[in-house]
């Protein structure tokens, strides 16, 4: 199985400041044939199940504000929030569908500093 | 609009049998995958499986492999999830989610049905 870690496993930013969560697979999740990274990044409230914020390690699924941008290629990428909104407040996680089984990062919690 | 609805949240007995139940609406039910995720109480999400309703080819993660049972009906765009016999480490939320593709992210969920089990 393709392991993934997030870093930190909490943050807490200011309103309006920007945060930053870490992603790393064991192993490349970056397909030759095609030029992808098979990388999501998921957000989960509180209660609520998760959405689909990125796939293809940077591509914003519709209706995701633009604050939200990934990064990254192979084994390491960041998903960041450019400027923290209240309604931000969530776990963040990352999930590699390189290879079955589909695993996810542990989380990542973000607060309001 | 998109939906997947989940039937409503369960109390059972170890060594009881359950099937959870998440119904599909508002997309063709039989041209995507649907998949289970398991999040235990202050946990993170394990993937477990996925089924492809157009002809029920089911994959599953190897950690729950034999422990659990996804199976669909076309008829009525449902798709379970069930066990045969219940332990307190079912304990859990369940979720199903839409994938455009057995390699592919989750682009919709359900609500999610509790599943706790004690004695």
């Known amino acids: 199985d393709i392991v993934m870690t997030q870093s930190p496993d909490s943050l807490a930013v200011s309103l309006g400041e920007k945060a930053t969560i870490n992603c790393k697979s064991s192993?490349?999740?970056?397909?030759?044939?095609?030029?992808?990274?098979?990388l999501a990044w998921y957000q989960q409230k509180p209660g609520q199940p998760p959405k689909l914020l990125i796939y293809?390690?940077?591509t914003r699924k519709s209706g995701v504000p633009d604050r939200f941008s990934g990064s990254g290629s192979g084994t390491d990428f960041t998903l960041t929030i450019s400027s923290l909104q209240a309604e931000d407040v969530a776990v963040y996680y990352c999930?590699?569908?390189?290879?079955?089984?589909?695993?996810f990062g542990g989380g990542t919690k973000v607060e309001i500093k | 609009e998109v939906q997947l609805v989940q039937s409503g949240a369960e109390v059972k007995k170890p060594g009881e049998s359950l099937k959870i139940s998440c119904k599909g609406s508002?997309?063709?039910?039989?041209?995507?995958?649907i998949g289970w995720v398991r999040q235990m109480p202050g946990k993170g999400l394990e993937w477990m499986g996925i089924?492809?309703?157009?002809?029920?080819?089911?994959r599953y993660s190897p950690s729950f492999q034999g422990q659990v049972t996804i199976s669909a009906d076309r008829s009525i765009n449902t798709a379970y999830l069930q066990w045969t016999s219940l332990e307190a480490s079912d304990t859990a939320m369940y979720y199903c989610?839409?994938?455009?593709?057995?390699?592919?992210?989750?682009?919709?969920w359900g609500q999610g049905t509790l599943v706790t089990v004690s004695s």
């Open positions: 089924i492809y309703p157009a002809d029920s080819d089911t």
């Open positions: 192993q490349s999740v970056l397909y030759s044939s095609n030029s992808k990274n098979y």
């Open positions: 293809w390690a940077s």
């Open positions: 989610a839409r994938q455009d593709g057995s390699g592919q992210p989750s682009d919709y």
């Open positions: 508002g997309y063709s039910f039989t041209s995507y995958w």
């Open positions: 999930q590699q569908y390189y290879s079955s089984p589909l695993t």
